[in-house]
């Protein structure tokens, strides 16, 4: 993400000739000359900018899991990061002169328009604070003046009503400045009555709305997108109940359409279905963890098991020193420079791999778009499914560009519908793969590589009704049966070769379903081998 923060930020600056803006040394200066006199418009050139940087922000929930207010914690480092980040003092002025950015009536690229009922208020009080002082100083000093008691009460009292206006602004940004969002927050639930404090959770959110409004001011100023990725870890330790008002609260924060929030939910899914199922949260969603979180997650990532290479490269890094790492810093160079030398194929550069990759997205798409594909009648009617297609496609594709040596790759067209199949099909699909794998390990005729998925759906199909008791709220997620027959037997016959090819890159499955079936299956083939006499030709599937 670093990397495409700093590409993006040289595109810009190449299309636009602006520099991008830091609240830092003279920066600051100028970021409060803004908050005090000017009004933020959101303009089109504004909307057309590309650059961007990203806030990066860990909550582990394992820091908060002894408390009552998980979710509080959340909130609360949320606040307490985005301050960090920023700093104390432009935060303080935003909540007692700061507006709220606003777009531009039509075609109008001016970033900043002058705050003129600001101004008047402030020349206002200056004048009259001149009058009283004059007034003020004339009494005390003039002879023959200087004796009339009243003239100095007037010019000490206009002197005080107008300076203390100034006064109250400086003390606001004071206390604003001393006491943090996260300690407002912190305040509010330490109350012994704070479950029942009316407007309590309304409050938190005006303290999330100001955030917001800050960072869409901040954009302006620094003439680059922000948005502020936060990664929630160790959720799966805590009790069910916090771990549904974690959930809840992220939530809360998304529901905005124009929230510059991205969650990361770092989580086994087998451990949190069961602490949501636990809880009073999934009512009306027939008590089913898996529907909710797919209502909640927007771009599903399951990591699929370690490869050879992977696990060479971690038990390498595991090994290696610095001083090794440095060696092998210089050894790389040189092995590449002495390649070079001896006339090798040149690696791809990432910006040639790119473009590859942009082409396959591409394509992808347009068989989405195309009405005569027959993917196009398999495609959900949720938008949220939709969302979740669309964002996995491209992961899908450069996953498999990024395995592009292997032999057989398959089309950006079987990809999309292999992402298709995933999404609407998360039970039966785990089922098939689950039954290949076992297949697979066992040795299988040497044409098995060729057989379509579907065959071996329908051969073990009778073994997953049987198992439909356990496995009844996977089963739900999936989409008409019927549908998937016509999928896998006749419009995308995936053979069991370019299955296990697309297994490796699958991100959008949740893969903690086909474990589960696996150790149903072997659960079932012991009791079948406890009821039968004992004999060699039994054999479990791994």
């Given at each position: 993400?670093?990397?495409e923060?700093?590409?993006?930020?040289?595109?810009e600056?190449?299309?636009?000739h602006?520099?991008?803006r830091?609240?830092k040394?003279?920066?600051?200066l100028?970021?409060?000359?803004?908050?005090?006199?000017?009004?933020?418009?959101?303009?089109e050139?504004?909307?057309?900018?590309?650059?961007i940087e990203?806030?990066f922000?860990?909550?582990s929930?394992?820091?908060?899991a002894?408390?009552d207010k998980?979710?509080?914690?959340l909130?609360?480092t949320l606040?307490d990061?985005?301050?960090h980040?920023f700093?104390a003092?432009p935060?303080?002025?935003?909540?007692?002169m700061?507006?709220?950015p606003?777009?531009?009536?039509g075609f109008?690229?001016?970033?900043?328009v002058?705050?003129?009922?600001?101004?008047?208020k402030l020349?206002?009080?200056?004048f009259?604070?001149g009058v009283?002082?004059?007034?003020?100083l004339?009494?005390l000093?003039?002879p023959?003046?200087?004796d009339?008691h009243a003239l100095?009460?007037v010019?000490?009292a206009?002197?005080?009503?107008s300076?203390?206006s100034?006064?109250?602004g400086a003390?606001s940004?004071l206390?604003?400045?001393?006491v943090s969002e996260?300690q407002?927050i912190?305040?509010?639930?330490n109350?012994?009555?704070?479950a029942?404090?009316?407007g309590?959770?309304d409050?938190?959110?005006?303290?999330v709305e100001?955030?917001?409004?800050?960072?869409?001011?901040?954009?302006i100023?620094?003439r680059?997108r922000l948005r502020?990725?936060?990664?929630?870890t160790?959720?799966?330790?805590?009790?069910?109940e916090?771990v549904?008002?974690v959930?809840?609260?992220?939530?809360?924060l998304l529901?905005n359409a124009?929230?510059?929030?991205?969650?990361?939910?770092?989580v086994?899914?087998s451990?949190?279905?069961?602490c949501?199922?636990?809880t009073g949260?999934?009512?009306?969603l027939?008590?089913?963890g898996?529907?909710?979180l797919?209502?909640?997650?927007?771009?599903?990532?399951?990591?699929?098991?370690?490869?050879?290479r992977?696990r060479?490269?971690?038990?390498?890094?595991?090994?290696q020193?610095?001083?090794?790492?440095?060696y092998?810093?210089?050894?790389?160079?040189v092995?590449r420079?002495?390649?070079?030398?001896?006339?090798a194929?040149?690696v791809?550069s990432?910006?040639?791999?790119d473009?590859?990759?942009?082409?396959c997205?591409?394509?992808?798409?347009?068989?989405l778009?195309?009405?005569?594909?027959p993917?196009?009648?398999?495609?959900?009617?949720?938008?949220?499914h939709?969302?979740?297609?669309?964002?996995?496609?491209p992961?899908?594709l450069?996953l498999?560009?990024h395995?592009?040596?292997?032999?057989?790759?398959?089309?950006?067209r079987a990809?999309a519908a292999?992402v298709?199949?995933?999404?609407?099909?998360?039970c039966r699909?785990s089922?098939?793969?689950?039954c290949l794998?076992?297949?697979w390990q066992s040795?299988?005729?040497?044409?098995?590589?060729s057989?379509?998925?579907?065959?071996i759906?329908?051969?073990n199909?009778?073994?997953l009704?049987?198992?439909r008791?356990?496995?009844?709220?996977v089963l739900s997620?999936?989409?008409?049966?019927?549908?998937?027959?016509t999928?896998l037997?006749?419009?995308?016959?995936?053979?069991a070769?370019e299955?296990h090819?697309f297994?490796?890159?699958?991100?959008?499955?949740?893969h903690?379903i086909r474990?589960?079936?696996?150790?149903?299956?072997?659960?079932d083939?012991?009791?079948?081998?406890?009821?039968?006499?004992?004999?060699?030709?039994?054999?479990c599937p791994?």
């Amino acid at each position: 993400m670093r990397e495409e923060m700093a590409q993006r930020e040289e595109a810009e600056l190449h299309r636009s000739h602006l520099k991008p803006r830091s609240p830092k040394g003279w920066g600051l200066l100028l970021a409060l000359w803004y908050l005090a006199f000017y009004k933020p418009i959101i303009t089109e050139s504004h909307l057309r900018r590309k650059n961007i940087e990203f806030i990066f922000i860990r909550f582990s929930a394992w820091q908060y899991a002894g408390c009552d207010k998980l979710w509080a914690g959340l909130v609360t480092t949320l606040c307490d990061s985005i301050r960090h980040h920023f700093g104390a003092l432009p935060l303080s002025v935003y909540h007692v002169m700061g507006t709220r950015p606003r777009f531009a009536s039509g075609f109008s690229q001016k970033e900043w328009v002058l705050k003129k009922d600001a101004c008047l208020k402030l020349w206002g009080m200056l004048f009259v604070l001149g009058v009283g002082l004059s007034i003020l100083l004339v009494a005390l000093l003039m002879p023959g003046i200087k004796d009339h008691h009243a003239l100095k009460v007037v010019g000490s009292a206009i002197t005080s009503l107008s300076g203390s206006s100034l006064v109250l602004g400086a003390l606001s940004v004071l206390k604003n400045l001393l006491v943090s969002e996260k300690q407002k927050i912190e305040r509010l639930t330490n109350s012994r009555k704070f479950a029942s404090q009316l407007g309590f959770m309304d409050k938190v959110r005006s303290e999330v709305e100001v955030l917001v409004d800050f960072l869409s001011f901040m954009e302006i100023f620094e003439r680059r997108r922000l948005r502020v990725v936060l990664e929630i870890t160790s959720l799966d330790i805590c009790y069910p109940e916090k771990v549904a008002g974690v959930l809840n609260a992220m939530n809360t924060l998304l529901s905005n359409a124009n929230t510059p929030f991205i969650f990361i939910l770092a989580v086994d899914p087998s451990i949190i279905i069961p602490c949501l199922e636990q809880t009073g949260c999934m009512k009306g969603l027939a008590d089913n963890g898996y529907l909710y979180l797919n209502r909640t997650v927007t771009l599903p990532f399951s990591i699929p098991e370690m490869g050879s290479r992977s696990r060479l490269r971690c038990l390498e890094a595991a090994i290696q020193t610095r001083e090794d790492l440095m060696y092998r810093i210089i050894t790389s160079n040189v092995e590449r420079r002495r390649a070079k030398c001896q006339g090798a194929p040149a690696v791809p550069s990432r910006r040639e791999v790119d473009a590859e990759a942009v082409r396959c997205i591409h394509e992808a798409f347009r068989c989405l778009h195309d009405g005569a594909d027959p993917l196009t009648r398999y495609l959900p009617t949720n938008g949220t499914h939709v969302r979740r297609i669309v964002n996995t496609i491209p992961i899908t594709l450069r996953l498999l560009l990024h395995r592009a040596g292997t032999p057989g790759t398959p089309s950006p067209r079987a990809a999309a519908a292999w992402v298709v199949l995933a999404d609407q099909w998360p039970c039966r699909l785990s089922w098939a793969l689950q039954c290949l794998e076992d297949a697979w390990q066992s040795q299988p005729a040497p044409d098995f590589g060729s057989r379509s998925l579907w065959s071996i759906f329908q051969e073990n199909v009778g073994e997953l009704s049987a198992l439909r008791q356990s496995l009844h709220n996977v089963l739900s997620l999936d989409g008409d049966p019927e549908l998937f027959q016509t999928f896998l037997a006749r419009d995308f016959p995936f053979t069991a070769r370019e299955a296990h090819a697309f297994l490796g890159v699958t991100v959008n499955l949740d893969h903690s379903i086909r474990h589960k079936m696996g150790l149903l299956r072997s659960l079932d083939c012991l009791q079948k081998a406890a009821a039968t006499p004992v004999s060699r030709s039994v054999q479990c599937p791994h």
